[in-house]
């Protein structure tokens, strides 16, 4: 099963009356920057977008048993809510370590919440035993057609909002946001440039992307990044064929950048940004200021893919240091 434009303007269709049309938010930076504000989504997260699609795909039959899912937060509120919406029952398995809030979140929809293990066999799993012994039909992260047009109906708005985009910087874990909103854009804005950013400690997706094929690290490695949103291990088979089609480049960007990212949302647009919503925007920066030139002139997009944040890491945020020089 292929994605294309089509797939994903039926999915917006489809999900129009479940999620938001969240903004494009002018940035006080310099130059036209805009954020495109998912932290501001129902779940404050676009996973809800794809995972709505996927429910709502199902046989109502099928559906009707019950869904279940793997994750480190934000795709578990997604697939809890799609469950909450079309009343069925929702398992979710996340691993020890994801943030609280999150945790939270899921519970609140009413989702079933079982925690484990960080790898990816491990979450998969714990997922899979819902399968197994209550019929429960597993809603994928990132790795699904269905999937990659709902989180590609993100591209739509932007295309729609902002037709003269130069730029458009997404953080990648599993690839299905990137993957679905490139799609959408070179479609729409063809003279667009699409670029995907990683952590320093994360980045699988720079090396597959390098390397023409997929590569795998090991979750010891992954894990250790602040940016929880974005600690998948491997990129998903139907998003490498997306990302290799339509993405121009890859950044990665350290721990401290992102951080300073999370925080200047904070204290210098006052917006509620997790690390991996904040991914983006550090790779702007560094992009700016270096020497590397990646980006094209005119306005420019930074996919702010969440907001979730725990209190005490919101604490730290607003004591974190950031550069006065932020362009």
Not at 99 to 127: F, H, I, L
Request: aromatic share 6%; with cysteine.
């Amino acid at each position: 099963m292929s994605v294309n434009l089509v797939d994903v303007q039926a999915a917006a269709e489809r999900i129009r009356s479940a999620v938001y049309r969240t903004p494009l938010v002018r940035l006080p930076l310099a130059g036209e920057v805009y954020a495109k504000a998912e932290n501001l989504q129902r779940t404050h997260s676009f996973k809800l977008r794809g995972a709505y699609n996927f429910l709502a795909q199902l046989p109502k039959d099928v559906r009707a048993r019950g869904v279940t899912a793997h994750s480190s937060g934000n795709h578990a509120q997604g697939v809890a809510c799609a469950a909450h919406l079309f009343g069925v029952p929702a398992a979710i398995a996340i691993p020890e370590g994801a943030p609280e809030v999150k945790v939270a979140a899921t519970r609140a929809w009413g989702a079933e919440v079982v925690r484990c293990g960080g790898s990816s066999a491990e979450r998969e799993a714990a997922a899979q035993h819902f399968v197994a012994e209550r019929g429960y039909s597993l809603v994928p992260p990132f790795n699904h057609p269905w999937i990659i047009a709902g989180q590609g109906t993100v591209g739509l708005e932007i295309a729609h909002d902002l037709p003269e985009v130069a730029n458009v910087l997404i953080c990648v874990g599993g690839g299905g946001l990137i993957a679905g909103t490139a799609l959408v854009i070179k479609a729409l804005c063809p003279n667009a440039k699409i670029i995907g950013v990683e952590p320093e400690l994360a980045a699988d997706a720079t090396e597959s992307f390098a390397k023409g094929e997929i590569v795998s690290w090991d979750a010891e490695r992954t894990t250790s990044t602040i940016a929880d949103g974005v600690r998948t291990q491997a990129l998903g088979q139907h998003n490498f064929r997306l990302i290799q089609q339509y993405v121009d480049a890859f950044v990665t960007v350290s721990e401290h950048e992102i951080l300073e990212a999370s925080a200047w949302y904070l204290q210098h647009a006052k917006l509620v940004v997790e690390p991996t919503g904040a991914l983006a925007q550090a790779a702007y920066i560094k992009l700016s200021n270096g020497s590397a030139k990646l980006l094209q002139t005119g306005p420019t997009v930074l996919m702010v893919s969440g907001g979730n944040v725990d209190t005490d890491l919101l604490e730290r945020l607003l004591q974190y240091p950031v550069r006065k020089n932020r362009l």
